[in-house]
Nanobody, 123 residues
């Protein structure tokens, strides 16, 4: 599977963006996740969704503002981001976990990564 993230851009604080992650190849069986890396910081977990879309898992700091979803027919995972804050500025990455089939928050659990899309939130 290959992943292509898109949808990043510049938005004002309080605004919204929707990121997309298009997958090529086998996709429907895997847990998918979103991570981000802010300038000068480690990559951190944002959200994950199981193969069916029935279960999701969020980082506490994003819960209630971000929503992860997936469309199997389009082989795409989405991250809807609302009420954006300047501290949400980061490169956002989507990733596939092809082995555990659990909702994992560690980067080591994901073995396929997209190239990242930059989100900049201005104050």
């Amino acid at each position: 599977v290959q992943l292509q993230a898109s949808g990043g851009g510049l938005v004002q604080a309080g605004g919204s963006l929707r990121l997309s992650c298009a997958a090529s190849g086998t996709f429907s069986r895997y847990t998918m996740g979103w991570f981000r890396r802010a300038p000068g910081k480690e990559r951190e977990f944002v959200a994950a969704i199981n193969w069916s879309g029935a279960s999701t898992y969020y980082s506490e700091s994003m819960k209630g503002r971000f929503t992860i979803s997936r469309d199997g027919a389009k082989n795409t995972v989405y991250l809807q981001m609302n009420s954006l804050k300047p501290e949400d500025t980061a490169v956002y990455y989507c990733a596939a976990d092809r082995t555990t089939y659990r909702l994992e928050r560690t980067t080591a659990s994901y073995d396929v990564w997209g190239q990242g899309t930059l989100v900049t939130v201005s104050s």
